[in-house]
């Protein structure tokens, strides 16, 4: 396996690497801020939980 | 034919999608490692455009995904229209953002492919020009639900679009084919013929490999954002304050 | 059902004479029609060959924007006062009044659109054969323009921001017309044959009022509630 070779992509390494690479960016930023939004939502109930505790006491 | 609604529940559908959702991510996982191994080493490179045809197996995927989504998010959309559940104007909301991504890679990826073949970052050929007007599309939807504050209304009104896109999408597919025979001359439009006449299985099993890869991923971060947006909507019941102090 | 056809005429007669009353609103569309179409040679060359080709795009498009402009007379001034309301409330069907008030629209804004594009075709150098299909296909076009940009307008009935917001909506969606309406142009003045692009543009006009009438009732319901 050379992977020189295989890096170069005949030529054409600038285009197939970078179109994984955005492939790549693009999974990844999803994930990321479907996590995100998560933690978000999650602080933010906890605050407003905590806020309405304290109104109550 | 009994369907059992207790998943429509958003807290039995929560815990659900919690459940499956490890499960959706290995398998996405998977299939994207065996995808990627075969579409980098083991298809062969074209006769044509050498080894820049491995870009059609992110690139092919991808827009076969923005469609797909858009689909889901239009059926979704409906659903919630005609039956008001919930859950499915969640999966519609959620759904926008994903799709939206797809078509951007399909459109990126398609002029990254381009670049090599005809000597231009860009090309008005049928395929990206149409993914052009699908991202518009998206765009208007995710707009639109952006500038309405009732959520209710938000979500009503975004699906009622969602449904006129996706009537409209054939139509603005078979206008730009049209348009582009007129315009392009044939060699341009190779690219979105891939696949005609057969293709051969070291090339399609890639392709379907990845093309599955992507709709497990979809499945797997929808679950994921759609459990945190059922949290928010829930924000005054029981069950979410047990999730949030069980944390 | 003598009171739908007495209600369907009231509605368009009470449209049209608001629009007769505010001829500004009916002027201005028409007038940045024409600006659009004479920035081209401005902004791309005043060449007559070069104008000829770009002519039927540049209309069209031109067409598309000030259609684009014009959509907020559809419902907004009903919905400020409560017309809307009482349209929605009324015994007939939503979905049929709906078609006089776009009908009024489109006579109030396409249709004086059809008539001024032959002027701005010819400072464009269009082929004098070429300005007939044009005014044939502007005909089946632009009501489609006003019927797409109905279910639009109602769907950000009362938004902020919902001049651009409606654009951002609806263009995406006029892409086949603009396509097929400048495609026929474009054949004509190449002396080719139309008759493919006019019953495509007719086909789009019947299942545009069939189906998109309907559509705009759902989002005027949507909006209203």
């Known amino acids: ?57 | ?247 | 059902m003598a009171g739908l056809a007495d209600s369907l005429s009231h509605v368009l007669a009470r449209d049209l004479l608001l629009a007769a009353r505010k001829p500004a609103d009916v002027i201005t569309p028409l007038v940045f029609f024409a600006i659009v179409a004479s920035l081209f040679p401005l902004g791309v060359s005043p060449e007559p060959a070069v104008l000829r080709g770009l002519a039927p795009g540049v209309l069209w498009v031109a067409a598309l924007l000030a259609t684009m402009l014009s959509l907020g007379r559809l419902f907004d001034a009903d919905h400020a006062d409560g017309t809307l309301e009482q349209l929605a409330l009324a015994p007939q069907p939503l979905t049929l009044l709906v078609y006089p008030k776009i009908l009024a629209h489109w006579l109030t804004s396409g249709l004086p659109l059809v008539l001024l594009s032959p002027l701005l075709a010819i400072q464009l150098h269009l082929p004098t054969g070429a300005i007939a299909t044009l005014v044939l296909a502007l005909l089946l076009g632009t009501p489609v323009l006003s019927l797409l940009g109905a279910v639009g307008a109602a769907l950000t009935l009362g938004l902020r921001g919902g001049g651009v917001l409606v654009s951002l909506l609806v263009l995406p969606l006029y892409t086949p017309v603009l396509i097929f309406g400048a495609g026929a142009v474009t054949a004509s003045a190449a002396g080719q044959g139309t008759e493919a692009y006019l019953s495509l543009l007719g086909a789009f006009l019947v299942l545009a009022a069939g189906f998109l009438p309907w559509a705009t009732a759902a989002a005027l319901r949507i909006s209203l509630d």
């Open chain 1, 1 to 57: 396996m050379n992977w020189t070779e295989f890096f170069h992509m005949g030529g054409y390494a600038v285009y197939v690497w970078g179109s994984y690479g955005i492939a790549a960016l693009v999974l990844v930023a999803n994930v990321w801020a479907a996590l995100r939004r998560r933690r978000r939502v999650m602080t933010r109930l906890r605050d407003y939980a905590r806020a309405n505790e304290a109104g109550n006491e």
């Open chain 2, 1 to 247: 034919m009994p369907i059992n609604y207790k998943y429509a529940a958003p807290k039995n559908f929560y815990a659900l999608a919690g459940t499956l959702t490890p499960w959706l991510a290995a398998a996405t996982v998977l299939l994207l490692a065996a995808g990627l191994y075969m579409a980098l080493f083991v298809a062969p490179p074209d006769y044509q455009q050498g080894e820049s045809v491995r870009i059609m197996y992110v690139h092919v995927p991808s827009a076969w995904m923005s469609m797909f989504v858009y689909v889901i998010m239009a059926g979704a959309g409906a659903i919630g229209l005609v039956w008001n559940i919930k859950l499915a104007e969640v999966l519609a909301a959620v759904s926008a953002p994903i799709g939206a991504s797809f078509t951007l890679l399909a459109l990126v990826t398609g002029s990254l492919w381009g670049k090599p073949m005809w000597g231009a970052w860009w090309a008005w050929d049928a395929r990206l020009t149409s993914e052009l007007i699908l991202l518009f599309l998206y765009i208007g939807f995710m707009a639109l639900q952006a500038a309405i504050d009732d959520p209710r209304r938000a979500a009503r009104a975004s699906a009622l679009l969602a449904l006129v896109g996706v009537v409209n999408i054939p139509v603005i597919h078979f206008s730009v084919q049209w348009w582009n025979t007129l315009h392009q001359p044939a060699s341009i439009s190779s690219i979105a013929k891939v696949g005609t006449p057969a293709i051969d299985p070291s090339m399609l099993w890639p392709l379907l490999i990845m093309a599955v890869a992507f709709k497990l991923y979809y499945v797997t971060v929808a679950l994921m954002r759609m459990r945190a947006e059922i949290l928010e909507r829930e924000r005054n019941t029981a069950w979410v304050a047990e999730v949030l102090s069980a944390r």
